[in-house]
């Protein structure tokens, strides 16, 4: 029977027919079934956590902002995750290469999902058993992972891991498709690798490449390049900095299939593939490292307070994140500068500790010359630094862990250690507590179980602190520290011991701060020291004089007797409730004549308490010193006003900052013309759109005449033989407090006003003698040295023939005492002046040449706590 009469039996045949119709039946059921089915899988893997149009469409990063010195070089960032954008187009082509050589080589001609690389994948680990197949993901699926969370597999059967598998390559294929849909080719690589955790901090390629390579990524080499794109696979395994060598067989994976590709030439690969991975540039990032950490820790509190306010707030509302919103912060520092600052500041630190540790060394700094009252205070100095120690906080928290539970179950507190400190201490402070927590915290002090865990505890405290341990202390040596056994009470005053400093310079013509240094070491003493308040001494005597000047018209010549005078109550326009006669530093008068210059030149507190009382009263000094930017109506935490209304203020008795100080002299460097310092010039969003603006207010303080005769006082106290051997015309002024527990200079040039305060951080920790612990020998060496360092860079171009402003008509009759200003009218002047220059050089009998190292003799602290 032929073939075409089969056919027609077939269809001739009812029963055939009908089982026909149910095979296609079958088949259109099956279709549709599958096409439901898929559907359903859709359904079921699309629902839960996958990415919505609106993360496709703006995925989120947590965006690092970056700070910018004035020339536009990055020196900092804030961040959570340490990332920050790369374009597509300024990828580096080595990353590029690797990248497409290894993870996707036909990336440019699929849709998202690579169809071939599955097909090779399934034959060569299915059916040939080959473990190396490589991966069927494309760089788009990779994205997609990234882009939604992942459950856990280890709590799953074999089945249930199949099914979860499944999922989730499901989920992987639609986002692909997604994306591939919302992006370009070029858009896609860039989020992968901007949005991809290189681990140890590095948060996308820039990052990484600048944690592992101490670089940018486009000037990654090959290798660099191939060892980053090698970490995509898994990077805590391929982990350079403790895996290297297994790390080194993946970069050398991925250089065999760049050269496969074309991209490296067979001659270099052998020699590449034989190069250790160099290391020796990798950091962490850490906010404590890197140039002006004192400098970038204030300016988070100042951008932070900014943003809180209301025009500075989001279009869409809400508050811009420093941390995550890719902020571009462009400040006035100059990097340059910056360095040379950190430079001085350190080289005379070292210098000032090791002549500390000498003249310390057989005396006991928390007993020496110290009556009960002063040792009390000393004590509880020191008992605040201990409550500051991790030790003291864990132990509290041990130790009052259950009367904590106890006090939110019974009353809903939870137990501070300052309020239960001072319970314990004083019973009477139940009355400074709220009412409606002082039953509570009256029961909570008195019971037994309270009163023996304080007892405990503070035993423990005592006990934890003398315990003998491994501590990582602060050192002036190529690492900046040094390990040493000690106990925890040793290595606390080891470090509160140390002399810190504060520099800051500013431009006088634009209120820019070139320069911010805030102390030691910011990894061991985060304190700032610009923005702190200290007594000022002697550095406010040239507003006195300019308001005499200015303002009662004594002329700068005008000679005063150098003897003892006093403001009683009673006299007019002074209000003090005692008499008042302060000494001079040296405790001496001479009863010779001096006029402002020598008055000024040698710091007699005499001749200033006699101008101040030729003006009758201290208020024109408070209006002038309100005018260089130090308000005299703000007041301070206890409510004391920051320049109060007595005359001690005109000898510096009066706590300032170095900011407030700095800005004030720029008046003094710019024609009388006050400058406020600003350290940011603009902020911009991450789409480059500016947040906010500076402008510097300035203001006329000083008249330009008698401003020029201040600018010649000035330039008198470093000429002669009190000169700094700066090429750069200059003035400056010293100051020295009570106890010598401060050291200031500050210095003025045409294009550069810089303020220097030094000392340490508790006021017992100072030099005990005026030789030792005066602003000249304390801070004024800072100065030098920078200022030095700064003419001397050839990458600066320091302007060292830049002159201040000409003065104008009338300062020669007015000044004309140019035979008075060094003259030496006592030997008390000579001789002080080769004391000066002997300090200059830190030479003296006691202790020979200054520069030897000396080491630190621990202190005992057995007799006083």
């Known amino acids: 029977m032929s073939v075409t009469d089969r056919i027609k039996s077939f269809w001739q045949n009812p029963k055939e027919r009908t089982s026909l119709k149910w095979i296609a039946r079958g088949l259109w059921a099956m279709a549709i079934a599958g096409v439901l089915a898929a559907i359903l899988v859709f359904v079921v893997v699309g629902s839960g956590d996958m990415p919505d149009f609106e993360d496709l469409e703006n995925p989120k990063y947590d965006l690092a902002s970056v700070i910018y010195d004035t020339n536009g070089e990055q020196f900092g960032k804030y961040y959570i995750e340490n990332r920050q954008f790369v374009d597509y187009k300024d990828l580096s082509p080595h990353v590029r290469g690797a990248l497409f050589s290894v993870e996707d080589s036909r990336f440019f001609s699929h849709a998202g999902i690579d169809f071939r690389a599955l097909v090779r994948v399934a034959v060569k680990s299915v059916l040939m058993g080959q473990s190396s197949s490589g991966g069927g993901s494309t760089i788009t699926q990779q994205l997609a992972k990234l882009l939604f969370s992942r459950d856990s597999l280890s709590n799953k059967g074999k089945l249930g891991r199949a ?166 912060i462009y400040t006035t520092l100059d990097v340059r500068y910056q360095k040379l600052a950190e430079e001085a500041v350190t080289e005379h630190l070292k210098e000032l500790q090791d002549r500390y540790w000498k003249v310390w060394r057989y005396k006991n700094p928390l007993t020496f010359e110290a009556d009960e009252f002063q040792q009390e205070l000393i004590k509880k100095s020191i008992d605040r630094r201990v409550r500051d120690t991790e030790l003291y906080k864990s132990l509290f928290n041990k130790y009052f862990a259950d009367i904590n539970r106890q006090a939110q179950k019974e009353f809903g507190l939870e137990i501070k250690e300052p309020t239960i400190r001072r319970l314990m201490d004083d019973e009477g402070y139940l009355s400074a507590i709220p009412s409606e927590a002082r039953d509570a915290y009256s029961k909570i002090s008195r019971s037994d179980a309270t009163k023996t865990q304080w007892r405990a505890f503070n035993k423990a405290v005592d006990e934890g602190m003398q315990e003998e341990v491994t501590a990582k202390v602060f050192a002036y040596n190529e690492e900046g520290y040094e390990v040493k056994e000690m106990t925890r009470m040793d290595s606390l005053m080891h470090h509160l011991r140390h002399l810190q400093a504060g520099l800051l310079s500013v431009d006088p013509k634009n209120g820019h701060i070139k320069a911010w240094v805030g102390g030691a070491d910011h990894r061991y003493f985060k304190y700032d020291h610009v923005t702190m308040r200290r007594q000022v001494g002697s550095t406010i005597k040239p507003f006195v004089y300019a308001t005499a000047i200015a303002v009662q018209g004594i002329p700068p010549c005008q000679e005063f007797q150098d003897i003892q005078y006093t403001i009683a109550p009673g006299d007019d326009g002074f209000l003090v409730d005692a008499e008042w006669s302060p000494s001079n530093a040296n405790g001496l008068f001479t009863g010779n004549m001096y006029n402002l210059y020598q008055g000024l030149l040698y710091s007699k507190n005499s001749i200033t308490i006699r101008i101040v009382k030729e003006m009758g009263t201290i208020e024109p000094v408070r209006e002038l010193l309100h005018n260089v930017g130090i308000d005299k109506y703000e007041r301070l935490y206890n409510d004391r006003l920051v320049l109060p209304d007595v005359p001690s203020i005109s000898l510096g008795s009066v706590d300032l900052s170095l900011m407030e100080m700095a800005g004030a002299y720029t008046t003094f460097a710019n024609d009388g013309i006050y400058t406020e310092p600003i350290f940011v010039e603009r902020i911009e969003d991450k789409h480059g759109k500016v947040l906010y603006q500076a402008s510097s207010l300035q203001r006329r303080a000083i008249n330009s005449l008698y401003n020029s005769v201040m600018v010649d006082m000035l330039q008198n106290n470093t000429g002669g033989g009190f000169g700094l051997g700066l090429k750069t015309p200059n003035g400056g002024k010293t100051g020295t407090t009570n106890d010598y527990t401060d050291g200031w200079f500050m210095g003025i040039s045409p294009n550069l006003v810089t303020g220097v305060w030094t000392g340490g951080d508790e006021k017992w920790v100072r030099f005990y003698t005026l030789d030792d612990g005066q602003g000249f020998v304390m801070a004024r060496p800072i100065y030098q040295k920078y200022m030095k360092k700064v003419e001397a860079s050839e990458e600066i171009g320091f302007d060292v023939t830049a002159t201040f402003k000409e003065p104008p008509a009338g300062f020669s009759d007015l000044a004309d005492c140019t035979r008075y200003k060094q003259r030496e009218p006592e030997e008390e002047q000579n001789s002080r002046l080769q004391e000066k220059i002997d300090l200059e050089e830190f030479g003296d009998d006691e202790f020979g040449e200054f520069g030897d190292e000396f080491e630190e003799t621990p202190v005992d602290t057995s007799g006083i706590f």
């Not at 820039?206 to 944690?211: R, T, V």
């Not at 490292?289 to 306010?309: D, H, Q, V």
Request: glycine residues 6%; positive net charge; charged residues 30%.
């Open 163 to 328: 099914v979860a598998i499944a999922k989730i390559k499901f989920k992987e294929w639609i986002t692909a498709v997604r994306l591939e849909r919302s992006y370009t080719k070029e858009e896609i690589v860039a989020m992968y690798l901007n949005k991809f955790e290189f681990i140890n901090g590095a948060h996308g390629i820039k990052s990484a490449a600048e944690i592992y390579f101490g670089k940018d990524q486009r000037d990654l080499n090959q290798s660099e390049a191939a060892t980053l794109v090698g970490m995509l696979k898994n990077p805590a395994y391929f982990n350079p900095v403790r895996f290297p060598e297994r790390t080194e067989e993946r970069r050398d994976m991925v250089l065999s299939m760049m050269s496969d590709k074309g991209l490296i030439e067979p001659a270099r690969l052998d020699s590449m593939q034989q190069a250790p991975i160099n290391m020796d540039n990798f950091k962490r990032a850490s906010q404590s490292e890197g140039i002006a950490p004192y400098f970038r820790s204030e300016l988070t509190k100042w951008i932070r307070a900014l943003l809180l306010k209301p025009e500075y707030h989001k279009p869409e509302g809400g508050t811009y994140d420093i941390y995550r919103d890719g902020l571009k």
